[in-house]
């Protein structure tokens, strides 16, 4: 076989298809609603409780909601081409195995290397904000403190803090690759609870806060345009600038995706989850943002905690405890599942014989990929522990996007290579849906082509620093895919 025949050999979807029937690696214990719960725990978190507050403040005012639901819409194309996959294609690895099939080796090991990274750190990111608020609770409910020093972890722009290393955020990652190690139902049975808890939460929010709302906080719905040293804030630039920062809200559904080998009928759920969690989550993030802007002038949710900041204004104390409660536990589902993601593309790729087969093998007592889990349970730990929350953010969001533009071309592709294959589920419209997902995508990349004072300007986007970091990650993943993988390749042994 020729080098760029290796490159872009794939696997069949027929055989792909045959194996997901075939295998036994895992024990298939998921339902339709564990696997749901998975994907709103996953959605649910950051987003209502701090980014809704604070782009309302900085970019959009109360046209917020209009921010969630450009991001939604954005995130309803790639969730409908991951739906389309799931149910075509029901083994665990997400968009690694979807571009396996469709795009070839070369692409497949991208994404996967690309995707390990970016859900590793949002869990390291996840766990320093979970962090914050148990301690917050603590000191609310117990008047108590941790050590300075087990508080956070140092950071070199204030090296007098006496930081060392949040213990906490470390603890919290090693318990949830314990519980994936020990038992995926135990785990997945938890994260229901919890992800129940987060939902109660945030309905006491909606429920509580909606008789507080004054009609007169929403006006005017979008904020006059203000544009300082090039930076627009509010007007249409300012919804669209949120937009491109709450997008990183709703996605998450995509982690369900990879637990496709422990769902007990994955052809007929895993389409159904990816869907129903993103609506669950959307509509919940709709009525969030309406009633935070309406029981508080927008300006006064600039905090780092604006649901609780708009229950302290009105003097609603009994209220902020449940919400710190609600808080803890969303952020707690988020962590549980994007580990549950990041192991079993680790699995996957070891499976197919690009990364060390020794990562490969089932636990024998737990039928859990214990190996990948148990090191990135400490590789989190580490990495919360030890590092500022800023530098750990920077680097977990251009992955996903990069994934969602080649899984929607992927399926775009698929249909006109393979347009008669038995689809669990086929996505409406897919000449529009797919092409507008890519585009959205991008745009969240490079930033919004807009146009004022004469020119366009590109508003959003990502910092160049981050692209900087994904392009040297992204050269150690090809090294290593050139040094071992190309030659260790299941394909290479088995045409």
Known sequence: MGFIAKLVRHKSIEHLQAEAGQRGDFRRVLGLWQLTAIGVGAIVGVGIFVLAGQQAAANAGPAVVLSFLIAGLGSACAALAYAEFSGLIPVTGSAYTYSYAVLGELFAWIIG???????????????????????????????????VWAQGAYDPRNPDSGKVFNVIAAGITLLIAWMLTVK????????????????????????????YVNTANWHPFIPAAITTEGLTQYG?????????????????YDTLTTAAEESTNPQRDLPRAVL????????????????????????????????????????????????????????TSVMFAFMLGAARIWFALARDGLLPKWFARVHPKYGTPARPTIILGVFTALVAGSLPIGEVAELV?????????????????????????????????????????????????????????GRFHLLGGLPWITIERFIIWMALGLVIYFGFGIRHSRLEREP
């Open 236 to 252: 249409w630039g300012g919804v669209l600038a949120a937009s491109s920062i709450v997008f990183f809200a709703v996605f998450g």
């Open 113 to 147: 290397w690309d995707l390990l990274i970016e859900y590793a750190l949002i869990v390291g990111v996840v766990a320093i904000g979970w962090s914050g608020y148990v301690q917050a609770l603590i000191e609310q409910l117990f008047g108590a403190h941790l050590p």
């Open 276 to 331: 129903l969690s993103l609506a669950v989550s959307m509509a919940l993030y709709v009525m969030v943002s309406l009633v935070l802007t309406g029981m508080v002038p927008y300006q006064q949710l600039a905090g780092p905690a604006p649901v609780d900041a708009a229950f302290k204004a009105l003097g609603l104390h009994w209220v902020r405890g449940i919400i710190s409660v609600a808080a803890v536990a969303g952020i």
């Open 184 to 211: 995926t139902e135990w785990g997945a049975r938890a994260n229901t609870v919890i992800v129940a808890i987060k939902v109660i939460g945030v309905a006491l929010v909606i429920g509580v806060g909606a008789f």
């Open 397 to 453: 969001n251009i992955g996903t996007l990069a994934a969602f533009i080649i899984i929607c071309g992927s399926v775009l592709l698929l249909r006109v290579r393979k347009p008669d294959l038995p689809r669990g589920f086929r996505t409406p419209a897919l000449w529009l849906v797919a092409p507008a997902g890519m585009l959205f995508s991008l745009f969240l990349i490079i930033g919004w082509p807009w146009f004022s004072d």
